[in-house]
């Protein structure tokens, strides 16, 4: 039986994972307020391309509703994949078939503006800043933000990403400095600006790896864009080290022409051509993998529950089917208690391996160069196990919202 007062739950952050949250809340007729300190959903920049799994991230927007919308978006075609090493000589290549929908790509703002349209007017609080949360008995926990607002929620859930605020709730864990660090450059239009990236890099993404330390990754995002991530093996405070300021893009560029010196002529433009400088992206890592003790009143989704490297793509796959299997729970279970407890159980399963699994992956690629899954084979998988997804725990959520 359900409780019959209506509970109160807040979602503190509004990237895909809490907006996912919210849209399944809805459509089960379950209110929820979002919580994000950005002033709007295209306040800042989102970032580069996803690729959605068929058993994750695209089961979630199967309960949300919007896989039609997601279609609408996504290109299959940025399936495709060339691995290179550093004289430009290919080892590898992945061209997705006309029918292969096992991971299509969207742009991250994509993703998260088409959530954002899709809850209720009015549930997302933006520009609200947490700044401490606290218990107050009884699952009760009290919100507090930037300007002097505050409010009280029966259930928190952290989607505030990798330093959230929430997670000191329930662990005291923190991420960790990987050991590498990305260099991110954008470059716009640029079939007719920068035509030898783009034929490099065609319709969806490139690698190229020197088996010792630096990687050079690109992938194709939507309307004549290119992001690339020029990576390094190296120290946190690199560019302190080297009295490299990140905002002097001739310096960066020298340093970067430097360190990957006897690279293909042809890979160089990615460290000296971009579009808009370099902005600096340490990776972090939870420790994996990570679990809980059940704190009533309150759990984590996404990158706050299980922050992870980017190799193998499950980030953000995570995340939407956390949010998605979280709001089913609330939806299916007599307490908020026994959903939480039912949602973890899963989410900590699923999610600890991957993290590993992850963490290995980044390791390989950058000591060894060895990280090129059998992409053909990836894909098959992810379609079998959506179709055992789906049997395992019935039809997902279709009606009309």
């Not at 709730?169 to 590498?180: E, F, K, N």
């Not at 600096?280 to 420790?287: E, S």
């Amino acid at each position: 039986m359900k409780p019959k007062a209506t509970p109160r739950i807040a979602v503190v952050g509004a990237g895909p994972a809490g907006l996912m949250c919210a849209r399944v809340l809805q459509r089960h007729g379950i209110d929820v307020t979002v919580y994000d300190a950005d002033a709007s959903a295209d306040a800042r920049d989102a970032g580069g391309t996803l690729d959605l799994h068929a058993d994750s991230g695209q089961i979630a927007l199967e309960d949300a509703g919007l896989m039609d919308a997601f279609t609408a978006l996504a290109r299959p075609e940025g399936q495709a994949k060339l691995r290179l090493d550093q004289h430009g000589a290919v080892l590898d290549s992945f061209v997705p078939g006309p029918d292969d929908d096992a991971a299509p790509e969207i742009d991250r703002g994509q993703l998260r503006a088409m959530l954002a349209a899709h809850v209720a007017p009015g549930t997302v609080r933006w520009g609200h800043k947490l700044l401490a949360a606290e218990p107050l008995g009884g699952g009760v926990h009290r919100l507090a933000f930037e300007g002097g607002g505050h409010t009280e929620a029966d259930l928190v859930v952290g989607a505030d990403g990798a330093w959230s605020r929430v997670r000191p709730l329930v662990s005291d864990a923190v991420p960790y400095y990987s050991g590498v660090c990305l260099l991110e450059v954008r470059f716009d239009d640029v079939d007719r600006r920068h035509p030898g990236i783009a034929r490099l890099v065609g319709d969806g993404h490139v690698f190229a790896n020197n088996g010792d330390g630096q990687a050079i990754i690109a992938q194709r995002n939507s309307s004549g864009h290119i992001r690339a991530y020029i990576g390094m093996r190296t120290a946190h405070d690199w560019h302190t080290a080297a009295g490299v300021a990140l905002d002097d893009g001739a310096a960066v560029r020298d340093f970067l022409l430097a360190e990957f010196g006897g690279w293909d002529a042809r890979l160089l433009p990615f460290l000296t051509d971009a579009d808009h400088g370099y902005v600096n992206r340490p990776l972090y890592a939870l420790p994996a993998p990570l679990a809980w003790e059940h704190t009533p009143g309150v759990t984590l989704v996404g990158d706050a529950a299980h922050l992870m490297s980017p190799f193998g793509g499950n980030g953000a796959n995570l995340a939407l089917l956390d949010a998605a299997e979280l709001a089913r729970a609330v939806a299916e279970e007599p307490t908020l208690d026994a959903a939480v407890a039912r949602y973890e159980e899963v989410m900590f399963a699923r999610s600890g391996p991957l993290a590993v699994g992850a963490g290995q992956g980044l390791e390989r690629f950058f000591t060894t160069g060895s990280h090129a899954p059998d992409h053909a084979a990836e894909h098959q998988r992810y379609k079998e196990a959506a179709a055992a997804y789906r049997r395992d725990r019935g039809a997902p959520v279709t009606e009309a919202a």
